[in-house]
């Protein structure tokens, strides 16, 4: 007990040792079941008398934690601290209980049952319900199932989201038991450890087709069943769409399209795959609605929203999958329908800048600007064209311990140690613009803009690149040219832009050609002449006739007899049928010298920049394509395809 004659006055002090008169004891005393029956019934057990003392604090003094002075001594620093504290924290913040203690000694006062799990079998059926996955990420273990109740030993039972989370998954009425300390992990790897060895030997893994199957099955069975009764928890259906993302991850697919429909038209699912849609599955449109409540339970949406769109992310990990993460958008449409776009974030790595593409003359061009102590870097093109991924193969070379390096990015999709990412958040003001004040005043080598979006974000950008600090950003425009044109018209300064202009990397991503089924045909001297008349109409500023020029590609990309082949795609199984695996980039490389930048302050059209940029050297997007078919990385239909705009 404190002494008041010689301890300071202060009303929140409290001293373990001295408050309890002895050190903290690690365990507490109980009596716990002995096997699963005698657990179940003391889980019955209403005898009220179970439950002597009617506060915590008295509970602890009868099972000789703490002393009654403690007690009075813990309750009089309650009144003063500010927020309030719960009791049994301000016990264990000063020493006198252990969490472990505090738990056990919280459960027995509130009616929990306590177990050694040492000394208890769990059953297989009860198993069976959570998975192995989830119970080990978790720190959980079933215990038994009775009727419709699955009692579950957990670290802590009054957390609530795992306890609605295990209710979910299992789908029955939950009881937790907390274990005791100590016990649980060992218990969850021997019990979990038996059981996937028998599965692993006996049960077959289900596909996506037959857990389809199924459902077909069950719609066939039941026609007249309403979907507006069918259960987003329904068992199969909880499998499938954890089955359907993970089918996903495994074929490279960037989004995940769920299209609904009114009967008789069934739920299409498809996959983009290299930039192409693919269709993946169906489903009876009785599931239409459920298949979209079971999305949105695992991005924390609002399931009875419906007329208006929802946007959230879902950490699959959490589901027993990989440790991917997907954005989701819910899109209202029509007949009170909606539809859900998934996209795949998680798991992307940053490439190495010569793993992405780029032509020699290419890599050794921003390589040049990169080397700058300050300036700007912008990458152009499209949406879905890989700027993100361009910029952070840039960014890979350039993070060293050296550099600071700051990041704003809208969504963060790639991920790097090394970097300072920050995830805008408009809805607070938290934007580009804010971002790259803030930024300026963190003492930054580099910094990475997500997109330039408005004159505010750039005139900054501007500014910090004239500073002293590189500075790269991305644009949503056609092509290098035409960034600059942009720039200008919402605003900039023409001189100050043109001073602080390094490069402008124009791209497309086109897809890469299967190598185990692709097909070559040589190329006779008239269509390798056509093809020199495609690539000079696209735009060169060098003194090449279509003879010079194939007698240049004959050297550089022909066989031992100077032979050169047109490349196009088949389809085997490695490609699944496509004639492609993987995407490939094209691109354009306009280099900010003396010539471009009079004519960025001059406010030149792009065709006159254009001009110059090709008297510079730079090679359009067709011009690089032609040169990669040529190779046999692509065929010309998606050079042309890509390179139209």
Not at 193 to 210: F, I, M, N, T
Request: glycine share 8%.
């Amino acid at each position: 007990m404190l002494d008041a004659d010689t301890r300071p006055q202060d009303p929140t002090a409290l001293d373990a040792t001295a408050a309890s008169g002895h050190e903290p004891p690690a365990e507490v005393a109980v009596t716990m079941p002995g096997s699963l029956d005698g657990l179940w019934d003391h889980l019955h057990d209403h005898d009220p008398s179970t439950r002597r003392a009617p506060h915590l604090g008295e509970a602890l003094v009868q099972r000789g934690l703490i002393t009654p002075e403690t007690l009075a001594r813990a309750l009089r620093a309650q009144t003063h601290t500010r927020p309030h504290r719960l009791l049994g924290q301000l016990l264990v913040d000063a020493g006198v209980l252990t969490p472990a203690a505090l738990n056990i000694v919280l459960a027995r006062w509130l009616g929990v049952p306590v177990v050694d799990l040492r000394r208890l079998a769990p059953q297989p059926e009860a198993l069976a319900r959570i998975p192995a996955a989830e119970a080990e990420r978790e720190g959980v273990l079933p215990l038994m199932l009775r009727d419709d109740t699955l009692v579950v030993a957990v670290p802590d039972p009054w957390d609530t989201r795992l306890l609605d989370e295990l209710r979910f998954i299992s789908q029955l009425s939950v009881q937790p038991v907390i274990a005791l300390p100590g016990t649980l992990a060992a218990a969850v790897a021997r019990a979990y450890g038996g059981l996937q060895a028998v599965r692993a030997s006996s049960v077959p893994a289900r596909s996506l087709g037959d857990l389809a199957a199924e459902l077909s099955q069950a719609a066939k069975a039941d026609p007249d069943l309403d979907a507006a009764v069918v259960s987003e928890t329904d068992n199969t259906l909880v499998r499938l769409v954890n089955r359907l993302i993970a089918d996903a991850v495994e074929r490279r697919a960037s989004d995940i399209h769920i299209e609904t429909a009114e009967p008789p038209r069934a739920v299409r699912i498809r996959l983009r795959i290299d930039g192409e849609l693919v269709r993946h599955l169906e489903l009876p449109a009785r599931y239409r609605f459920a298949l979209v409540a079971r999305l949105k339970i695992m991005a924390d949406l609002d399931i009875s929203e419906h007329r208006k769109p929802q946007d959230g992310k879902i950490d699959f990990a959490r589901f027993g999958g990989a440790r991917v993460e997907l954005r989701m958008v819910t899109v209202p449409t029509a007949h009170g329908l909606e539809d859900v776009v998934l996209r795949l974030l998680s798991g992307l790595k940053p490439m190495p800048l010569d793993a992405i593409g780029l032509a020699e003359r290419n890599l050794s061009g921003l390589r040049g600007v990169m080397a700058k102590p300050y300036g700007l870097i912008l990458i152009c093109g499209p949406t879905g064209s890989g700027k993100t991924t361009t910029l952070h193969s840039v960014m890979r070379e350039l993070n060293t311990d050296q550099r600071k390096i700051w990041t704003a990015e809208d969504p963060v999709e790639i991920t790097q140690d090394g970097l300072r990412q920050v995830q805008m958040n408009t809805r607070i003001g938290w934007t580009f613009a804010a971002a790259m004040r803030t930024f300026l005043r963190a003492d930054p080598d580099v910094i990475m803009i997500g997109e330039m979006r408005d004159e505010e974000t750039a005139r900054i950008a501007v500014e910090a690149s004239l500073t002293g600090h590189l500075v790269m950003s991305t644009l949503h425009t056609n092509s290098a040219p035409e960034s600059i044109t942009r720039l200008l018209e919402i605003g900039l300064d023409p001189f100050t832009f043109s001073d602080s202009l390094l490069a402008i990397l124009a791209q497309r991503l086109v897809r890469r050609l299967c190598t185990a089924c692709r097909e070559r045909k040589l190329l006779d001297e008239a269509g390798a002449l056509d093809l020199a008349r495609q690539y000079l109409a696209s735009g060169s500023a060098r003194a090449l006739d279509e003879a010079a020029l194939v007698g240049h590609w004959r050297r550089r990309f022909g066989d031992a007899q100077g032979g050169l082949y047109r490349y196009r795609h088949r389809g085997c199984a490695q490609c699944d049928g496509s004639g492609y695996h993987g995407r490939l980039g094209l691109h354009e490389l306009m280099l900010a010298d003396d010539a471009v930048r009079e004519l960025v302050r001059h406010r030149a059209p792009a065709a006159q920049m254009q001009a110059a940029a090709l008297a510079g050297g730079m090679t359009t997007l067709r011009q690089d394509g032609i040169e990669k078919m040529l190779a046999g990385l692509t065929d010309l239909a998606e050079v042309v395809a890509a390179s139209n705009g």
